[in-house]
């Protein structure tokens, strides 16, 4: 993906988490969209839930085509490829792209294996230790 076709405004991004019955949780998902919304770089944010809270994930979906999105990068908020990811991220990308024929609509990779997860493990350890900061890997 270009730096140019993350900016069109046409692209947007759908943030997906499980969900959690605990509101507080669902709460991190929304403020992390807006704060993605709040640096300008994309023009289409919005959030949605696998399970257990609102929006669903097909409601995220029509929300971003509501919004004028020709194409949608599902983002999920999953630490790795496990079934939710292969199975049901995509039954649910499937299910948007039949009934949008002419939105495109991708599914993202999980947040790890990634060296940016590493490093915010390495920090939440030190934290919880209540040590210092560890040192760039």
Known sequence: MSANAS???LTAILLIAHGSRRAEANQ???ELAERI???GEYAIVESAFL???EPDIATGGERCVGRGASRVLLIPFFLSMGVHLTRDLAAARDELSERHAGV???LGPPLGP???LDR???TRITEALGEAPV???
């Open 114 to 116: 990634h060296a940016l």
């Open 28 to 30: 991190e998902l929304h």
């Open 7 to 9: 900016r069109d405004p």
């Open 51 to 53: 399970e257990l809270a």
């Open 120 to 122: 915010l493990v390495l």
């Open 135 to 137: 040192p760039h890997l």
């Open 37 to 39: 919304t709040a640096t």
């Open 104 to 106: 495109q609509f991708e």
